[in-house]
């Protein structure tokens, strides 16, 4: 297990470091240059392709597992799992050198992904302990398989748009990297203890560009592999261990999913098109806040502060699986908090003048 992990962390930062070392030669295709975008709160241009090295130090460690160690020989089908999460990745990564690849695009590649998987890994959502919804997915294949498709979708461009602050994605992908290893080792589910801890690895070798200091960024490619990645490694867990509750994919994924879900409610309510990005993300105005009283670390005490608690819910998630009513609870719970907390950082910041707001004063419009 720890070769898995070192080797997808090797191969991703020494990816991410050739680079940044190189970016005089690319950087004119894949910076991201500041305010671009009300996003986008850094300083300077960065590259966005820091996804070509985690999703290399993915596929180095997979292979490595299933044709070096012995006890990861049971890992299935490889190959068409690469497959699956090749097609989004290159959506983005497309997206991060061209900047004109629409979100209904890559959107769509996370579906041609999740239907590979579906077919091949046994990628399927059969179940979700809800009487009603496990009686219409036991009618036809069909319906597991619409229901994958937007499930994978949903979680996929629920982590791009957590994409927002140095080391938050790659916070967020190793804490639900590291619950479904746990919970798979308990189960002894070797395919996704080592597809998680390969996937973990990855992201810590380019979190070491990342963070505190970012020198480089995953980009649409990195954000919608992970995303992927992260979504098919969860309904696999549930889809190959019965005993398990389908909830506890749920708890892996809390914060990009209520933060995506606050993003569409307030665009709604705002009567502005969901696609619309702004900077009013929970890890945005935490970022604004903070930067008022901390100007040169707000930003990474930002994401640290949004990881560090949302680790504990990852890790409570993976001691319950097995009881839905008890992680209904922990979602619940975490739902109740987060409302709390957003609207209280939404009074101090956007309600507040705009001229303390070293971080707003980034930003100008632009689109995802």
Known sequence: MLTTFTIALVASASVACALIASEKYHGHLTGDAQGTGPQKIHD?????????????GFCSALLYCKAFVPS??????????????SVPFAAGLLEDITKRVRPAIRLMATFIGAGIAFFFCNAALSRFDVPGVDALLALHPVFQLA????CVGGIA???????????????????????????????????????????GGATAGFLLGNYPWP????GDGGAYF??????????????????????SALAMVLYPFTDTACAILRRLIQRRPI?????????????????????????????????????????????????????????????????????????????????????RAESTASSD
């Open 72 to 85: 990861a020989r049971e890992v299935s089908a490889p190959i068409w799992l690469i497959l699956a999460l």
């Open 147 to 150: 229901f994958t498709l937007f």
């Open 275 to 359: 696609s619309q990005p702004d900077a009013e993300h929970l890890h945005t105005l935490l970022a604004r806040w903070l930067s008022r009283e901390y100007p040169v670390n707000g930003r990474n005490f930002a994401s640290f502060l949004i990881v560090a608690t949302t680790f504990p819910v990852a890790l409570t998630g993976s001691a319950i699986a097995a009881s839905t009513p008890a992680l209904v609870g922990l979602a619940i719970a975490y739902f109740v908090t987060f409302a709390c907390v957003y609207f209280a950082l939404y009074r101090r910041v956007v309600s507040g003048p705009a001229t303390s707001d070293p971080v």
């Open 157 to 199: 461009h629920a982590f791009n748009l957590s994409d927002g602050l140095n080391g938050l994605l790659g916070g967020l992908v190793c804490t639900a990297s590291l619950g479904l290893a746990l919970v798979a080792w308990r189960l002894g589910d070797q395919h996704i203890l080592f597809s998680a801890l390969a996937l």
């Open 226 to 247: 992970c995303g992927t990645a992260v979504a098919l490694l969860c309904i696999m867990l549930v889809a190959r261990n019965p005993s398990i509750s389908p909830w």
């Open 215 to 218: 020198r480089i960024f995953a």
């Open 44 to 56: 300077g241009s960065v590259p966005r392709v820091g996804g070509v090295g985690i999703f290399l």
